[in-house]
T-cell receptor, first 114, second 109 residues
Framework: DVKVTQSSRYLVKRTGEKVFLECVQD?????MFWYRQDPGLGLRLIYF???????EKGDIPEGYSVSREKKERFSLILESASTNQTSMYLC?????????????FGDGTRLSIL | TQLLEQSPQFLSIQEGENLTVYCNSS?????LQWYRQEPGEGPVLLVT?????EVKKLKRLTFQFGDARKDSSLHITAAQPGDTGLYLC?????????FGTGTSLTVIP
C-alpha cells in the first residue's frame, strides 16, 4: 500500500525559530508537493519538486524553503517562523506526467507558532 | 487569487437528502479530480475526470466535467452520515494541481 509519512502530527514552535517539516514517500514518485491548508482557502501550493535537487515555487513560497536531497524525502523549512505560518501543512507525492493518477497525501502536520 | 471556486463552502443536510457541489473556473484543465478529506487525515482521491462532458458514477456519487473542461460538479443522492467530510476539487494544468476552496458537508442522522 502506498504511503506518505509526515514526521510530526502536531508541532508547537516559537516566533523566530527555524522549523523543519519532513515528508517521506515509498512509491518512487518523482513529484512531491508541500501545501498549507487554511479554512475557506482550500489547499495552497508552497513548493514542489520534480526530481532530486529540483524545486519550483508554488503560489505562496514567501517565508519558506525546501530541500530534496533524496528522491523519497522532501523537507519544508520555515526560515524564521512567524505567527501567520500557523496552519495545517500537507505533503503529497505524484507520478510524473500522469494527470489521471491521484496525489497521495500524508496525514498532515498541524503547526502552531506562538 | 483562487483559480477554482467551490460552492457552497458549508452544507448541512438531513440524511436522505440530495445535494450538489460546484467547482468553477475560467481556466481550462487537463483533468479534474475530486478528493474527500476526513478530520486528522489527508485528502483521498474519489475520482478523476478527463474528457469534457464526462460523467462518472461512484455508487451514490455522480461527477461531471464541463464540456469546456473549466468546471465540474459532484452530486450525492440520498446522503448518508458517512458522507460527512470536506470535499475538494483539484484541476490539473501541467505540472501542477490547483485546489478549490473546499466544501464542508455535514449529514445529520
Amino acid at each position: 500500500d502506498v504511503k506518505v509519512t509526515q514526521s510530526s502530527r502536531y508541532l508547537v514552535k516559537r516566533t523566530g525559530e527555524k522549523v523543519f517539516l519532513e515528508c517521506v514517500q515509498d512509491m518512487d514518485h518523482e513529484n512531491m508537493f508541500w501545501y498549507r491548508q487554511d479554512p475557506g482557502l482550500g489547499l495552497r501550493l508552497i513548493y514542489f519538486s520534480y526530481d532530486v535537487k529540483m524545486k519550483e515555487k508554488g503560489d505562496i513560497p514567501e517565508g519558506y524553503s525546501v530541500s530534496r536531497e533524496k528522491k523519497e524525502r522532501f523537507s519544508l523549512i520555515l526560515e524564521s517562523a512567524s505567527t501567520n505560518q500557523t496552519s495545517m501543512y500537507l505533503c503529497a507525492s505524484h507520478l510524473t506526467g500522469r494527470s489521471n493518477q491521484p496525489q497521495h497525501f500524508g496525514d498532515g502536520t498541524r503547526l502552531s507558532i506562538l | 487569487t483562487q483559480l477554482l471556486e467551490q460552492s457552497p463552502q458549508f452544507l448541512s443536510i438531513q440524511e436522505g437528502e440530495n445535494l450538489t457541489v460546484y467547482c468553477n473556473s475560467s481556466s481550462v484543465f487537463s483533468s479534474l479530480q475530486w478528493y474527500r478529506q476526513e478530520p486528522g487525515e489527508g485528502p483521498v482521491l474519489l475520482v478523476t475526470v478527463v474528457t469534457g462532458g464526462e460523467v462518472k458514477k461512484l455508487k451514490r456519487l455522480t461527477f461531471q466535467f464541463g464540456d469546456a473542461r473549466k468546471d465540474s460538479s459532484l452530486h450525492i443522492t440520498a446522503a448518508q452520515p458517512g458522507d460527512t467530510g470536506l470535499y475538494l476539487c483539484a484541476g490539473f494544468i501541467p505540472n501542477q494541481f490547483y485546489f478549490g476552496t473546499g466544501t464542508s458537508l455535514t449529514v445529520i442522522p
